[in-house]
């Protein structure tokens, strides 16, 4: 069974950083997407950051420039690097992976979520 677990969340002042990592269980992601999301209460979840297996980056509007995503496939890791941090961007934040095209298993993969909280 796959597994994603996250880690590094937590609570910061606004235009603070938090660095948030994915350790995932099994060397096969190194052929996924992965990505970040978050959601908060009474909202749906929402893409932040993704990278593809090659390494191309996609960011939310909301966070590009302020927030970047890298993979090391050789540690089966993905990490959110996140800076000028502000209120809005409280939630909890999920990893995610998303399989490439044509593979049998069709399905994402998801972590447990790590909250962060961003609050004077």
């Known amino acids: 069974q796959v597994q994603l677990v996250e880690s590094g969340g937590g609570s910061v002042q606004p235009g603070g950083s938090l660095r948030l990592s994915c350790q995932a269980s099994?060397?096969?992601?190194?052929?996924?997407?992965m990505g970040w999301y978050r959601q908060v209460p009474g909202k749906q979840r929402e893409l932040v950051a993704s990278?593809?297996?090659?390494?191309?980056?996609n960011y939310a509007d909301f966070v590009r420039g302020r927030f970047t995503i890298s993979r090391d496939n050789a540690e089966n890791m993905v990490v959110l690097q996140m800076s000028s941090l502000r209120p809005e961007d409280t939630a909890v934040y999920y990893c995610?992976?998303?399989?490439?095209?044509?593979?049998?298993?069709?399905?994402?993969?998801w972590g447990q979520g790590t909250q962060v909280t961003v609050s004077s």
């Open positions: 995610n992976a998303h399989p490439p095209v044509g593979w049998p298993r069709q399905y994402d993969y």
């Open positions: 990278v593809s297996s090659e390494g191309t980056t």
């Open positions: 099994d060397s096969i992601l190194r052929i996924y997407a």
